[in-house]
């Protein structure tokens, strides 16, 4: 019940299209769902994080889309640029407490 | 804000050898988490500690790890005996609230 799903493991986008990762979880008690990115040899960094109280969240060229009834959230990158090239990884925690991640998917942008 | 800082960046030990990573968190963070990053395993969190006091130490992969938190600005986690499967990049995050905040790694090679 503490797992997070993720798909696909790698994505490749061509340069301007839309990137899109999704995330499963199921328990119903998390209230808190980031996403971070992580490029080679740096740490993982927070890109953007919803609550269950609302359905999407956008900041700039993401996006998160969340659905309550289907336990699912997603990331969608708009506009992809090479530079968006990372790991991405979704999470989910409750009351502030221990995040549990996703797998992570390898995101490439060809230019 | 210098953010996470953790030291050292690299290290490169033998079998058998005692390995100690430090962790100095962000000034006013209460949270402290110690993480494993593996292509294997991806993202593990080992241990994380609460004002000071370690709260969840469930993903310590055996009693040859152990972490000590002694004040809120420091925190050690120590491998001994290390072993060639403890080889992986191991990541502080702290948080205050939700967000966690990683630091940039510490890529230890145990040969």
């Known amino acids: 019940q503490q797992q997070v799903k993720q798909s696909p493991q790698s994505l490749i986008v061509q340069k301007g299209g839309i990137s899109i990762i999704n995330c499963a979880y199921e328990n119903t008690a998390f209230d808190y769902f980031p996403w971070y990115q992580q490029f080679p040899g740096k740490g993982p960094a927070l890109l953007i994080a919803?609550?269950?109280?609302?359905s999407e969240k956008k900041e700039g060229r993401f996006t998160i889309s969340f659905n309550k009834s289907a336990k699912q959230f997603s990331l969608h990158i708009m506009d992809s640029q090479p530079g968006d090239s990372a790991t991405y990884f979704c999470?989910?925690?409750?009351?502030?407490?221990?995040?549990?991640f996703g797998a992570g998917t390898i995101l490439r942008v060809k230019s | 804000d210098a953010g996470v800082i953790q030291s050292p960046r690299h290290e490169v030990t033998e079998m058998g050898q005692e390995v100690t990573l430090r962790c100095k968190p962000i000034s006013g963070h209460n949270s402290l988490f110690w993480y494993r990053q593996t292509m294997m395993r991806g993202l593990e969190l080992l241990i994380y500690?609460?004002?000071?006091?370690?709260?969840?130490d469930s993903g310590m992969p055996e009693d040859r790890f152990s972490a000590k938190m002694p004040n809120a600005s420091f925190s050690t986690l120590k491998i001994q005996p290390s072993e060639p499967r403890d080889s992986a990049v191991y990541f502080c995050?702290?948080?205050?609230?939700?967000?966690?905040?990683f630091g940039p790694g510490t890529r230890l090679t145990v040969l």
């Open positions: 995050a702290s948080s205050t609230s939700d967000t966690q905040y």
């Open positions: 999470a989910a925690n409750k009351g502030g407490n221990k995040l549990v």
């Open positions: 919803i609550r269950p109280d609302v």
């Open positions: 500690f609460n004002n000071n006091v370690p709260i969840d």
